[in-house]
């Protein structure tokens, strides 16, 4: 049901460019099944549900601008494909395989979203502290694949002549501002996704007893990364529409995780609630001109 309503939203706005659209779908597609993988392969939600892809083709059709192939889509796939290989380092006696290509979807993605840079920090100490798996080959793999794509960029400038062209990510930031740049349907979006965020969290933080080790240390990952994005954007707003993407591919496992596995009244009642904001920001984004570029 998610992927019809995802594929019949996802023209929207009127006048976007139908080729770029197209191949948007088939990425955002291709992110589900990360995300299907690394619940399957982890068991993130430990009863049988597609909850976390389902949340994820939600959030992502209800903002225009995932729509087309650009940065914000391409960064989240990358991100996507990076938690998949770093999972699989859990208490690895060898993991400098998987650290060097989780490491790898991050350098890459720094292209598209800069602060996949330096979320190379965040990883080396999950792995430290949460995945119990990192040694010195892994700490060096990590770092390898995460400058093996500023080493061939900055290659092909060189070759092409463009060597004083170099850029790296964080040329794009901008001075400390702020969410009051942003336009409403913009910071409605933020605030929708951060509120069923932040619940989820709340709500995990206080049920993680019911989790095996190996899910309880994944979801931390996903919790820390997560609040460290809702910050970055509340500090970033420039970076709002590659964050926010961000931020959707992180939140929405915590979001599935929160509403597959609690059974309250309020869980109900919140589920409900969520859905007409959802509703809500989708036809802010979808339906009404855009207020806020950059």
Same mark, same amino acid.
């Given at each position: 049901m998610c992927v019809v309503v995802a594929a019949a939203l996802w023209w929207r706005p009127e006048g976007s460019d139908v080729t770029s659209n197209i191949w948007g779908l088939a990425l955002c597609i291709l992110t589900t099944y990360i995300i299907m993988e690394t619940n399957a392969r982890q068991h993130i939600i430990r009863i049988r549900t597609r909850m976390?892809? *389902?949340?994820?083709?939600?959030?992502?059709?209800?903002?225009? #601008? &995932?729509?087309?192939?650009?940065?914000?889509?391409?960064?989240?796939?990358? =991100? *996507?494909?990076?938690y998949y290989l770093l999972f699989r380092c859990y208490q690895h006696h060898q993991p400098?395989?998987?650290? #060097?290509?989780?490491?790898? &979807?991050?350098g890459i993605g720094s292209f598209f979203a800069p602060i996949m840079l330096p979320m190379a920090i965040s990883f080396f100490l999950y792995m430290v502290f949460f995945l119990r +798996?990192?040694?010195?080959?892994?700490?060096?793999?990590? !770092?390898?694949g995460l400058i093996v794509p500023l080493w061939c960029y900055g290659a092909w400038c060189f070759v092409t002549g463009n060597a004083f062209k170099y850029q790296l990510p964080f040329n794009d930031l901008k001075p400390f501002s702020f969410v009051k740049e942003l336009g409403e349907a913009e910071i409605f979006s933020f605030a929708v996704i951060a509120l069923l965020?932040?619940? +989820? !969290?709340?709500?995990?933080?206080?049920?993680?007893?019911?989790?095996?080790?190996?899910?309880?240390? !994944?979801?931390?990952?996903?919790?820390?990364?997560?609040l460290l994005l809702i910050a970055f954007l509340m =500090?970033?707003?420039?970076?709002?529409?590659?964050?926010m993407a961000l931020i959707v591919a992180s939140?929405?496992?915590?979001?599935?995780?929160?509403?597959?596995?609690?059974?309250?009244?309020?869980?109900?009642l919140l589920f409900v609630l969520s859905l007409l904001l959802i509703t809500m920001m989708a036809a802010l984004n979808l339906w009404l001109p855009p207020s806020f570029t950059f």
């Open positions: 976390m892809s *389902c949340v994820w083709l939600v959030l992502s059709t209800s903002l225009s #601008f &995932m729509h087309p192939l650009g940065e914000p889509l391409v960064a989240a796939t990358f =991100l *996507c494909g990076s400098q395989l998987m650290a #060097f290509h989780s490491f790898l &979807m991050l +798996s990192l040694t010195k080959k892994a700490f060096w793999a990590g !770092i390898l965020s932040i619940i +989820s !969290i709340i709500h995990y933080l206080r049920t993680n007893y019911d989790d095996k080790i190996r899910v309880r240390m !994944i979801l931390y990952i996903y919790v820390s990364q997560t =500090l970033q707003p420039a970076q709002y529409k590659t964050t939140a929405s496992p915590l979001i599935a995780h929160y509403f597959a596995l609690s059974k309250s009244i309020f869980t109900t």
